[in-house]
């Protein structure tokens, strides 16, 4: 009797959408209270479903105006809460997983090593703890992560339409903090260096 051979699992981004899920809601969203610095935040969301305004405060040094309208969408739909605002942090912190292992498979890598850069960030202590909080550090990671994932796939595909949507995620993470102009500093050098030549024959 002829043995059936097993079924290969050639495609493992729905299994790390499982782990990323199951490994961020092992500490659950759902309580009443400020964790570091997200108090300030989440009084940014209130201030905005309030009176409509954004307040730039002394002490603080983030733009922070993509983060009060994440947290504003998710509190017009659940409640302004502690646990809305952290919730939304950890739904967008997923898709950062899974934004990571796209990246890393436009830069070539194979499957399984991309899986495992993703899990590499997903349980990078600092990335894991702050995935819990309605901090900057989180969206700001994930929306330069899209960012380059689209850069790197207008570059390999001549397509100005990722390069437009690269450069939409680049100006949501400069709206977050203000590192994100970077991103776009850095593609501006890489097309003086290397893409002069091909700047109008892209599509």
């Known amino acids: 009797m002829a043995r059936k051979k097993g079924v290969k699992y050639k495609n493992p981004l729905l299994l790390l959408i499982v782990v990323s899920i199951i ?5 659950p969203p759902f ?13 940014d969301v209130k201030l905005f479903l309030e009176t409509g305004q954004i307040k730039f405060w002394e002490f603080r040094t983030t733009n922070n105006i993509f983060t009060v309208f994440w947290g504003a969408i998710f509190s017009a739909i659940f409640g ?3 646990s809305t605002l952290k919730f939304s942090v950890m739904f967008l912190s997923i898709f950062g997983i899974i934004g990571m292992y796209l990246l890393l498979r436009a830069l070539k890598f194979k499957a399984w090593h991309a ?13 894991y703890n702050l995935s819990h909080t309605f901090m900057t550090d989180v969206p700001f990671i994930v929306l330069t992560i899209y960012a380059v994932y689209f850069y790197v796939q207008g570059f390999n595909k001549n397509s100005n339409f990722y390069l437009l949507i690269g450069t939409v995620f680049s100006i949501f ?5 203000q590192f994100g102009i970077l991103t776009q500093i ?18």
């Open 173 to 177: 993470s400069f709206l977050t903090r």
């Open 80 to 82: 302004l809460s502690y």
């Open 31 to 43: 309580y009443e209270f400020p964790l570091n610095d997200d108090w300030g935040f989440y009084d």
């Open 115 to 127: 899986f495992f850069g993703a899990l590499i960030l997903l349980f990078n202590p600092i990335y």
């Open 186 to 203: 850095a593609v501006a050098a890489y097309y003086f260096i290397y893409k002069r030549d091909d700047f109008f024959k892209i599509k």
């Open 23 to 27: 490994a961020l809601f092992v500490v």
